[in-house]
């Protein structure tokens, strides 16, 4: 057997010792890090370093992974255009000598298929000039090293993708108990600050109407999270701004554009990878979704709790409210008020009149309300106030103040003015009841008992009449 034949088998032994490594260990690092020792071991008297470079298809250069010495092995640090490279190398995988005066080194390109790689790198030592079939007996080692190395990739690509899977199904546990909840927008900001990690997250919303911008910013480290009004030039000056890592991802909701989310790195400028971008573009249809389906259950719940008309509760949700602020109160008031001859703006000027005046007088009742107190519309013209912390004296100079208004402030709709008149009766707990239903029951005959003494009044369930 020639000699060139026992070196190219030789080789070609040693390759499949270290691809072998590759596949025995779970942790990709310890199976490159044990194949290159082994490469280094049996180079070692005529190398003094060894190398490896993987291709970066995206961005176009080659990333030294790990190198290895007589001091270790070690993270590889240096980055290479791929353009300064020979196409002898990248394209028709030759293996070659170089020496290029301050020392001499052994090139072996790494192909899978006629996919470019990468290339290990032998350097020389000072005595070693390789022999004239060193590059030919490597090129059994080259091809079986390049299927490991192809392997290799492969597998980082799919932990890379379950990380991706793993992290965007983490994100999505924590996105569901969002759709119930208020600020949707800021604990979605926190959880992707805290999942994924960068310097900035920015998500807005366009106003179709307006164009207005509604701008939501989180900045990592910081609690607060920012709220500003912008415009869509403002956002595309962003977006455009080469100079930041960014990724933009455009946010649909039912087919229509509603805004985006912004994630970038505009302190720390680290670039962001191709896993990050890959990961977000999965993550764009959850977040539609998100939003979609948060806004399909706001429009639920706002059907179930505000009354279409007035904006103000419906009797059921605010009956629940009402239950449970009263049991921890020492005293409340209730107001039960019904406009007087209200049939007659509809007979006069049509219900679609009647629905304005209604929509305009729940905006002025919930005007002179605390932000502690509720309003619900129970059907038709009649209203019920709860007033917690509230006495009958105080309770009465509300009603008074809100019968005052409409006697003095008429409702002008398309250049009618239309007077109104209401009365009021009012109970208070716990000294005209111990339950709601007592309570209304007792503001109610009040309510009718001021009808009954002249309308425009309020009555306590004393049957005190108040002007």
């Not at 993987?54 to 790990?66: A, F, G, P, S």
């Not at 960068?198 to 709220?227: E, L």
Request: hydrophobic share 40%; aromatic share 12%; proline share 3%.
């Amino acid at each position: 057997m020639k000699r060139s034949s026992i070196n190219s088998f030789i080789f070609s032994q040693l390759a499949v010792k270290c691809t072998k490594m590759l596949y025995k260990y779970k942790r990709l690092k310890n199976g490159l890090y044990y194949m290159m020792q082994t490469l280094f071991r049996f180079f070692r008297s005529n190398f003094k370093e060894i190398y490896l470079f993987l291709y970066e298809e995206d961005e176009k250069v080659l990333k030294e992974e790990i190198r290895v010495s007589e001091r270790g092995a070690f993270i590889g640090r240096d980055i290479i255009p791929a353009f300064q490279l020979s196409e002898k190398i990248t394209v028709d995988g030759e293996i070659i000598y170089r020496d290029f005066g301050k020392g001499r080194d052994v090139i072996i390109p790494l192909f899978a298929g006629k996919k470019f790689l990468g290339f290990l790198e032998f350097l020389c030592r000072e005595y070693f000039y390789p022999p004239g079939q060193f590059c030919s007996d490597l090129k059994f080692f080259q091809e079986i090293i390049s299927q490991g190395i192809q392997y290799l990739i492969s597998r980082i690509k799919i932990n890379e993708i379950s990380g991706v899977l793993k992290r965007i199904s983490n994100i999505n546990k924590k996105f569901i108990g969002l759709i119930e909840l208020p600020n949707i927008e800021k604990r979605l900001i926190r959880i992707i600050l805290e999942e994924v990690g960068f310097d900035r997250v920015i998500i807005y919303f366009v106003d179709k109407d307006s164009q207005k911008v509604h701008t939501f910013v989180g900045v990592y480290g910081k609690k607060k999270i920012y709220k500003y009004k912008l415009t869509l030039n403002d956002i595309t000056r962003l977006v455009k701004n080469k100079e930041i890592p960014l990724i933009h991802v455009p946010l649909d909701t039912n087919g229509e554009s509603k805004g985006g989310l912004i994630v970038d790195n505009f302190l720390s400028l680290i670039p962001l990878t191709q896993e990050t971008k890959d990961f977000f573009l999965e993550l764009s249809t959850e977040l539609s979704l998100l939003f979609e389906n948060s806004n399909m259950f706001k429009s639920i719940r706002d059907d179930a709790i505000f009354d279409h008309l007035t904006g103000l509760f419906r009797p059921k949700y605010f009956y629940e409210r009402v239950d449970r602020e009263l049991a921890g109160l020492k005293k409340a008031a209730f107001i039960t008020i019904d406009f007087d001859y209200f049939k007659n703006i509809n007979d006069t000027y049509g219900h679609p009149v009647g629905d304005k005046v209604l929509e305009i007088a729940g905006k002025i009742i919930k005007k002179n309300l605390r932000s502690t107190d509720m309003a619900c519309r129970m059907g038709g013209d009649e209203f019920i106030i709860f007033l917690p912390h509230m006495d009958d004296q105080k309770a009465l100079k509300i009603a008074n103040r809100i019968i005052n208004h409409f006697k003095t402030t008429p409702i002008i709709i398309d250049s009618i003015s239309i007077h109104l008149s209401l009365s009021a009766g009012i109970s208070v707990y716990p000294y005209d009841g111990s339950t709601r239903e007592i309570l209304l029951a007792t503001s109610d005959k009040a309510l009718y008992r001021a009808k009954e003494g002249g309308r425009g009044v309020a009555f306590l369930a004393e049957r005190h009449i108040l002007f």
